[in-house]
């Protein structure tokens, strides 16, 4: 059993920490979501423009720091290195990643129709259209793809013997979904943009 191992099996438990995963940080997931709903329901707009704007740009930032810095980054490394990265920092994406992934969609839904855009007609209703089809494939991804490989690496690196392929393809996959993602980010942008600009 290697340094990595021991620490996982020596490191100190409580009942929110499952297989490693501090479940406290759903704490800060309420929070979000909550920050969300009041948004929705203000009658202030600004409110709801601030989490959309936020939460779209921490998202963009971070597909695309992980798609193209740190996934190629990771791959250049040793696998006991990538290991003890991974372990790191998996568990405090999963709490982060998906709320996120549903909180700009959502309030950005809520947002554009606010602002009347979705009652608008063809053929301006279709920067609309275009923005439901980029943000339903990023949750699909986000919740069939993302979420699901996030958790399969983690359990997968702490075995006491990982099988260093099968971590390999998981995560190749999972970055290459996250790359794929801050591509379409950026062409969501380009259509909030264009929209805010006036249709």
Same mark, same amino acid.
């Given at each position: 059993?290697?340094?990595?191992?021991?620490?996982?099996?020596?490191?100190?438990?409580?009942?929110?920490?499952?297989?490693?995963?501090?479940?406290?940080?759903?704490?800060?997931?309420?929070?979000?979501?909550?920050?969300?709903?009041?948004?929705?329901?203000?009658?202030?707009?600004?409110?709801?423009?601030?989490?959309?704007?936020?939460?779209?740009?921490?998202?963009?930032?971070?597909?695309?720091?992980?798609?193209?810095?740190?996934?190629?980054?990771?791959?250049?490394?040793?696998?006991?290195?990538?290991?003890?990265?991974?372990?790191? %920092?998996?568990?405090?994406? @999963?709490? !982060?990643?998906? $709320?996120?992934? /549903?909180? &700009?969609?959502?309030?950005?839904?809520?947002?554009?129709?606010?602002?009347?855009?979705?009652?608008?007609?063809?053929?301006?209703?279709?920067?609309?259209?275009?923005?439901?089809?980029?943000?339903?494939? %990023?949750?699909?991804?986000? @919740?069939? !793809?993302?979420? $699901?490989?996030? /958790?399969? &690496?983690?359990?997968?690196?702490?075995?006491?013997?990982?099988?260093?392929?099968?971590?390999?393809?998981?995560?190749?996959?999972?970055?290459?979904?996250?790359?794929?993602?801050?591509?379409?980010?950026? %062409?969501?942008?380009?259509?909030?943009?264009?929209?805010?600009?006036?249709?």
């Amino acid at each position: 059993m290697d340094s990595t191992s021991t620490s996982v099996a020596s490191a100190p438990q409580s009942s929110w920490i499952v297989q490693g995963i501090d479940f406290r940080n759903l704490f800060w997931v309420a929070l979000l979501f909550g920050a969300m709903i009041w948004a929705i329901h203000s009658p202030y707009e600004w409110p709801l423009r601030f989490i959309h704007v936020t939460s779209g740009v921490l998202l963009t930032g971070a597909d695309i720091i992980m798609g193209f810095l740190i996934g190629p980054t990771l791959r250049m490394l040793t696998f006991d290195a990538r290991r003890t990265f991974t372990l790191k %920092l998996l568990p405090k994406t @999963l709490f !982060i990643f998906t $709320p996120l992934g /549903i909180v &700009a969609p959502t309030s950005g839904w809520y947002y554009a129709e606010r602002l009347g855009y979705t009652a608008m007609d063809y053929p301006e209703y279709w920067w609309i259209v275009g923005a439901l089809i980029v943000s339903a494939i %990023l949750a699909v991804q986000g @919740l069939c !793809i993302l979420l $699901p490989s996030n /958790i399969r &690496a983690y359990l997968e690196m702490r075995k006491d013997q990982p099988d260093p392929a099968k971590v390999g393809r998981i995560m190749r996959t999972y970055f290459l979904t996250v790359a794929s993602q801050g591509i379409m980010q950026i %062409l969501i942008v380009t259509i909030m943009v264009r929209m805010s600009a006036g249709l």
